[in-house]
């Protein structure tokens, strides 16, 4: 069993940027593949990002590629999401997922992660 709880959403003005943090407990959050996804008023879940246990492997959405970073501090069960050059579209509420068995060729499938957390609303002002 492992708990999610994201933080660090919030208003920002477009141009800017936003560290989003997800903190784990539970057992044995390392061996957890993670992701980040997002969801906007009346679309469906996204995937925004990923990143392996380790950290080695990472992936993104093209819509982001290039102006978020996702990473993970295992020795703090933590993993982030720093976003630069935010953009008006990049508003919506973002969810931290784990994952422990997840085949890396589904990582932007969030039907594929196990747990998640509660969210956190990111609204960019244009």
């Known amino acids: 069993q492992v708990q999610l709880v994201e933080s660090g959403g919030g208003l920002v003005q477009a141009g800017g940027s936003l560290r989003l943090s997800c903190a784990a407990s539970?057992?044995?959050?390392?061996?957890?593949?993670c992701g980040w996804f997002r969801q906007a008023p009346g679309k469906e879940r996204e995937f925004v990002a990923a990143?392996?246990?380790?950290?080695?492997?990472?992936y993104y959405a093209d819509s982001v590629k290039g102006r978020f970073t996702i990473s993970r501090d295992n020795a703090k069960n933590t993993v982030y999401l720093q976003m630069n050059s935010l953009k008006s579209e990049d508003t919506a509420v973002y969810y931290c997922?784990?994952?422990?068995?997840?085949?890396?060729?589904?990582?932007?499938?969030?039907?594929?992660?196990?747990?998640w957390g509660q969210g956190t609303q990111v609204t960019v002002s244009s």
């Open positions: 539970g057992r044995a959050f390392s061996f957890y593949h």
């Open positions: 990143i392996i246990w380790s950290g080695k492997k990472t």
């Open positions: 997922a784990a994952e422990e068995s997840l085949n890396m060729l589904s990582y932007s499938d969030y039907a594929r992660y196990e747990y």
